[in-house]
Structure formats: C-alpha cells, structure tokens
C-alpha cells in the first residue's frame, strides 16, 4: 500500500520561502512521475509543478513558474518543491500525487499560509 506524506509547510512573510517534501511508502516510485496539487479554499485543486522519474524533464503552472522548483531524490523516494518569492496568493494546502495506473495516490496534504 502506498502512501505519501508531505511536510514542511507553514506561515511565511510574502517574499519568504519554504521547502515542501513528499516521502514514499510502501513502494519504489522512482520510475513515475511524480506532482504536486494545491488547493486554496473555496477553489478547486489545481496543478502546480511535476517532474518525470529521471528528474530530467519537468513542469511548472504558468502561475508559479520562476518561483517554483520542483525535484526528486530516488534513493530516498522523495520529492521537492522549493517554493520562493512567495505571495499570499500561493496560500493553499499542498499535495503530492503520483498516477500509479491502477490507481492516483495523494498525500494528506500540508498548509502553506502566506501572509501579506
């Protein structure tokens, strides 16, 4: 059974940064691609950044692209997201999500609040 935790969100100053980290269990995810999800309240979840299984290949939603940087650890089945120059409109809980084919797996997610 695989499972994802994600950690190291919190209350940031606008302009501030943080490092989100998803770890993996439960199974090896380094042949698949790997993505983070955010979701404001009120909004629907949408696509932040995901990166394929080498890390060579990824990709940013426009609105964070430049400020965002997505990567992956395989030895220690994790993956990144360093988030700087941050602004109150990033405020969301962030989720990691890896397709496994058989089915889409997400963490519990972890609240980044950014205040102006």
């Known amino acids: 059974q695989v499972q994802l935790v994600e950690s190291g969100g919190g209350l940031v100053q606008a302009g501030g940064s943080l490092r989100l980290s998803c770890t993996a269990s439960?199974?090896?995810?380094?042949?698949?691609?790997m993505a983070w999800f955010r979701q404001a309240p009120g909004k629907e979840r949408e696509f932040v950044a995901r990166i394929n299984w080498s890390g060579g290949s990824t990709v940013y939603a426009v609105s964070v692209k430049g400020r965002f940087t997505i990567s992956r650890d395989n030895a220690k089945n994790t993956v990144y997201l360093q988030m700087i120059g941050l602004k109150p409109e990033d405020t969301a809980v962030y989720y990691c999500?890896?397709?496994?084919?058989?089915?889409?797996?997400w963490g519990q997610g972890t609240q980044v609040t950014v205040s102006s």
């Open positions: 999500t890896v397709d496994l084919s058989t089915a889409r797996i």
């Open positions: 439960g199974r090896t995810l380094s042949s698949y691609t």
